[in-house]
């Protein structure tokens, strides 16, 4: 074993047991020299592997590639981990004691044999876009309760022909209890309607109506398996506006469903971990770096250097797709932020003016799932939106837990439930901005509980008394755990890379409600067994306007420049503001009213955004973070700006102040936006070395919104590993607040066991 090796755990679930699987695993493991052990048990194959990071890579992928015929993976789960210096590698004895919770299986991307048929004239399902088989389609998206039995989904009022019950009824069929069973004859099937919900065309033809109505530029509203998409050709840009309009949704990068991979490898740079997610069962949406940059219009994704790309995973896409031949932006069926629209009278009425045909279906979406969203970084999956093809897979943790409920955060909401060693996370509902959202919330929240009949003996949530996942879980009549959102962070990101205390937490993101009534989140936390500190943080600046400072960067360069110059400020902002809005700005900070004190990195990155004039206003939330980061890309540079930590004082302070006096040399000096950007980059992540150090703690994980930027993770990555500290990352689990869920649960559960008390607060 060297320094540099890593553990990998995968669970893998499907027709894995039975199929000569585990001696594959023991000979591919053996071939490359792996050590570790691969075990079956009742919640699916369990493997693990030590070596280099190369030979592991090497490994997932040939388990993918090389499996035996019969072999057939619905899931596969990858956790990276600190090796634990295992000396052989053997098969385990199925281990029958594990927890016997039910296990829920997310939905399923299209299996080859069902895609073969789906194209095969002499089929009898041929062009049926509802086929699918026990290896396949959909799950949790159709399950009403448990058992996982045909009465107990949505799949309920179709009555199985003889021929789909005797493939049902038949152990050596590929469709044997195969609960959405189906076919033509007795399954369910289309129709294209139209604004009032007339219905124009069926079956067959109405798919090839509203492919012929997408062809013309048309917006349609298509029901898929966890809710309805708006879609339409990608490369018709009046179309792309035109949707943008009606959704009120003005430069938000539009998602892309691909007909093939061959056309996304043309478009984009894919690797070979990219390729392996864009294909999984999981089938998520894969940020890509573009290489063509005219192959879509150009309001699909503005200024972004990234297309999120999918590919066709239910036969209804694989039909559409094929039929058109072009990318198509597939984009959540509601309006802005609002939770995905799941019925088709209720899509009629929510997505009017939106739509102007919908091609829906009559098998009913038991609970809304949106499509997931993943990138590659460091050659692991980092998953930022967590729903379908994951949802509601359970995160694995080292202790079992009590009985708890994680109500969220505010925005990217999820919730969580443990149950024993297993975490369920929801899947992402979304902003808790609208009385939609808050309703989805409620929903989820009573749907979780009741499918895992979870009893929680107490509730955990955020200390932001103005959230409503707060307020909610006051309201609950059990006992309630606070957990600060920070701290949540990191707890979060330490539970899936089974981290021990002490910890250094680097937990950044854009707002968190601090224990002092501030708003946080340029925060270094040290998590120790007797509870956290908060070890340092930056700099605190004033926020003129609260929220509004959220959506215009220029209020935070405001606020930190006011913090420098107080109001020689407005000298240096001549432009980013009118007269009148001068006059009352300057009034606001003078008197200090609605200007929240904040430590946030992310309104560090909108101030420098906003002086480098990358952007002064935005339209969605981390816009001006997001053009930050793509303009370090192609600049080589390590110079970072000076900056200084005040040791002694506790916490101790990371002072910003010469870091923005270089960036208003820089500004003033012509230095181009995309040096200043890499240089405020590297200037970031040599904070965290100094803070590092001065700390003394070798495990350092990184967590918080700000943590989604590829550059920042990576740099900082490699910078503390040069550094002789040991890095760790989010991997399944988002950084951005859809984690803090799986933080509350940890927090909440040392908050109920006496000799750990992480989320207790330490002040000295
Ligand atoms: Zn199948
Ligand atoms: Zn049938
Ligand atoms: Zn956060």
Redesign the pocket.
């Known amino acids: 074993m060297t320094g540099s090796d890593a553990r990998v755990r995968l669970i893998i679930r499907g027709a894995v047991q039975g199929v000569g699987f585990r001696p594959f695993i023991y000979r591919l493991a053996t071939e490359l020299g792996l050590k570790g052990w691969v075990l079956n048990s009742a919640q699916g194959v369990f493997i693990e592997v030590e070596g280099n990071p190369e030979t592991l890579q090497q490994f997932v992928r040939r388990v993918q590639t090389d499996k035996p015929p019969r072999a057939f993976i619905q899931s596969l789960e990858q956790s990276v981990l600190d090796p634990v210096g295992y000396t052989t590698f053997e098969i385990r004895h199925s281990d029958e004691s594990g927890e016997k919770s039910a296990l829920i299986l997310p939905d399923i991307a299209t299996c080859p044999d069902c895609l073969r048929e789906l194209f095969d004239p002499a089929d009898r399902r041929y062009l049926y876009p509802f086929t699918n088989c026990t290896n396949c389609g959909p799950r949790y998206s159709i399950i009403e309760a448990l058992p996982y039995d045909r009465p107990n989904t949505t799949m309920k009022t179709f009555a199985m022909c003889p021929r789909c019950r005797e493939e049902y009824e038949n152990p050596l069929d590929r469709r044997f209890h195969a609960q959405p069973n189906a076919c033509p004859e007795c399954g369910p099937h289309l129709e294209l309607w139209d604004e009032k919900g007339v219905c124009l065309a069926k079956q067959h033809e109405a798919l090839l109506r509203a492919a012929e109505a997408i062809r013309e530029g048309r917006i349609v509203a298509v029901k898929g398996l966890g809710g309805f998409h708006l879609v339409v050709d990608a490369r018709n840009d009046a179309a792309v506006r035109r949707l943008r309009v009606r959704k009120r949704r003005e430069e938000k990068p539009f998602a892309l469903m691909y007909p093939t991979l061959e056309m996304v490898t043309a478009h984009c740079g894919v690797n070979e971990e990219e390729e392996r997610v864009l294909r999984s069962p999981e089938s998520p949406i894969v940020l890509l770096r573009r290489k063509e940059e005219e192959a879509v219009a150009p309001s699909v994704a503005p200024n972004n250097p990234y297309l999120g790309v999918m590919l066709p995973y239910t036969p209804l896409h694989h039909l559409l797709m094929r039929e058109l031949g072009f990318p198509i932006v597939a984009t959540s069926g509601n309006l802005s932020d609002e939770p995905i629209c799941t019925d088709e009278h209720e899509a009629l009425h929510r997505l009017a003016g939106i739509a102007d045909l919908f091609l829906v279906h009559n098998r009913p979406i038991a609970r809304h799932v949106d499509d997931s969203v993943v990138r590659v970084l460091m050659g692991r999956e980092l998953v930022l939106r967590r729903a379908r093809g994951y949802a509601p897979l359970p995160v694995l943790v080292k202790e079992p837990l009590p009985r708890l409920l994680a109500v969220g955060?505010h925005l990217k909401n999820t919730v969580a439930l443990s149950v024993g060693r297993q975490v369920f996370i929801s899947q992402h509902i979304g902003d808790l901005e609208t009385p939609q959202a808050l309703d989805a919330f409620r929903r989820v929240i009573a749907d979780v509980k009741g499918l895992w009949e979870h009893q929680p003996q107490a509730v955990a949530c955020d200390m932001h008394p103005d959230y409503l996942s707060t307020q909610a879980a006051h309201g609950m009549g059990l006992p309630v755990v606070e957990v600060q959102?920070?701290v949540a962070?990191i707890l979060s990101c330490m539970a899936e890379n089974e981290l021990e205390p002490p910890v250094l937490g680097v937990s950044w993101?854009?707002?968190?409600y601090g224990t002092d009534g501030t708003i946080w989140g340029g925060e270094f936390l040290i998590l120790r067994e007797q509870g956290w500190e908060r070890f340092a943080h930056l700099r605190p600046f004033r926020l003129p306007g609260g929220d509004r400072a959220i959506k215009e960067p220029r209020r935070a360069a405001l606020g930190v420049l006011y913090e420098l110059f107080g109001g020689g400020a407005f000298d240096l902002l001549q432009q980013a503001f009118t007269e009148s809005e001068r006059r009352l700005l300057r009034r606001m900070l003078q008197q200090g009213v609605n200007t929240p004190v904040t430590s946030s990195a992310g309104r560090l990155f909108d101030a420098v955004a906003s002086l480098a004039g990358v952007r002064q206003v935005v339209n969605f939330e981390g816009q001006a973070a997001m053009e930050l980061e793509f303009l370090t890309h192609g600049v080589r540079t390590d110079e970072a700006y000076p900056f200084s930590l005040s040791e002694g004082a506790s916490p101790q302070v990371l002072d910003w102040s010469p870091m923005m006096q270089a960036v208003l040399q820089d500004i003033q000096e012509g230095v181009s936006p995309s040096l200043i950007a890499a240089r405020f980059h590297n200037t970031l992540v040599e904070m965290t070395v100094a803070v590092a150090r001065a700390a003394g703690l070798e495990r350092v994980a990184l967590s918080?919104?700000c943590f989604q930027n590829a550059y920042l993770t990576e740099r900082a990555v490699r910078r503390l590993t040069e550094e002789g500290f040991r890095p760790y990352w989010h991997q399944r689990v988002p950084p951005?607040?859809g984690g803090?869920a799986l933080g509350q649960i940890m927090g909440g559960n040392t908050a109920s066991c006496p000799h750990t008390l992480t989320h207790r607060q330490i002040t000295s």
């Open positions: 955060a959102h920070h962070h993101d854009g707002t968190g918080g919104g951005n607040d803090i």
